[in-house]
């Protein structure tokens, strides 16, 4: 169930948060990869530049 809920959140991001950098105008963005990677997944490239671009921090859940 959690995957349907990630996939559907993902799918709502804007396609430019992921290429442009623009997550400093979608904190959502921010704060969803920061869980992603807080729960092990590795980042790409491009994410991890999404993910510098803004302050939001999201708590890690175990």
Not at 23 to 52: C, D, F, M, Q
Request: hydrophobic share 40%; no cysteine.
């Amino acid at each position: 169930m959690l995957a349907v809920v990630l996939a559907a959140d993902e799918a709502s991001l804007h396609r430019n948060s992921w290429r442009e950098g623009h997550a400093g105008r979608n904190p959502r963005a921010i704060a969803y990869l920061n869980a992603l990677k807080a729960w092990g997944y590795t980042p790409t490239h491009v994410e991890e530049l999404v993910i510098s671009a803004g302050p939001p921090r999201s708590p890690s859940r175990g």
